[in-house]
C-alpha cells in the first residue's frame, strides 16, 4: 500500500519569539539540496520549523525530474513558500527581508522573463503557436505579460487545433501521440507528487 504523505502542520506564531535562520547544503548522487530552517525561541521554549526544502540539478544529464527542478516555476514556488511561513511564523517584515536575501543569494528567484518564457515554451503552447509564437508582443516590447490580443491569439491556435483533432483522426493520432512523446502527462504526475510546482497552495 503506498504512504502518503501526512498533512502539514499549521505554523502557530509564538508572541514574543527571537527569530533566526539556519541553511544547509548536501551533495547527494544527481543533485544539491538545499534546507532552510526557522529557529525561534522564547523564554522556556524552542522550536524549529523547516522553512524550505529545495533540490538542485546538477552535471548536464537531462531528465523530466533535473527539468522540473530546475525551472523557474518551481524556484519562485519554493521561496514563496519559505516568505510565507516567515509571514505566519509572525517574523517582522524587516527580519524577513532579511531572511530573504540571506536565501536567494543562494537560491535565487527567477527574473520575471525567465518566468514568462518559461510558460510559453510549454510544449502544448509552442505547438498551437508555432511560428506564430513570434506575434506575441513580448518579442516586441520585451514585456512579458500577455497582452488581450495576445490572449486572443493563443485562444485562435489552440481552437484550430481541437477543429483539427476532431475532424481528422489521423491528425487525432498525431496529437496523441505528441502528448504521450513530450512529456506533459509525466510532468502532470510529478506537479501532483510535488507541491512546490502547484503555485498557491497552501502548505
Known sequence: MKRKRAAPSKVQPWPGSI???????????????LWVFLERRVPGKFGRLEAMHAIVPKGRKKSELATLFGSARYRRGMLDR??????????PDDQAA???????????????????????SNPLL????????????????GVPELTEDDRALIGQCLAAIE???????AEGRRFLKFVL????????????RYPEFRSGDER
Open 163 to 169: 477543429t483539427r483533432v476532431s475532424k481528422d483522426p
Open 181 to 192: 512523446g513530450s512529456g506533459l502527462l509525466e510532468r502532470a504526475r510529478l506537479t501532483l
Open 98 to 120: 532579511d531572511f530573504m536575501q540571506t536565501i536567494t543569494k543562494e537560491f535565487p528567484y527567477p527574473t520575471p522573463n525567465q518566468v514568462f518564457e518559461e510558460e510559453m
Open 126 to 141: 509552442a505547438m498551437a503557436l508555432g511560428d506564430r509564437c513570434k506575434e506575441l508582443s513580448y518579442h516586441r516590447t
Open 82 to 91: 519559505a516568505r510565507e511561513l516567515f509571514r505566519k511564523a509572525g517574523v
Open 19 to 33: 527569530f533566526a535562520l539556519k541553511t544547509r547544503w548536501e551533495d547527494w548522487v544527481i543533485d544539491r539540496h
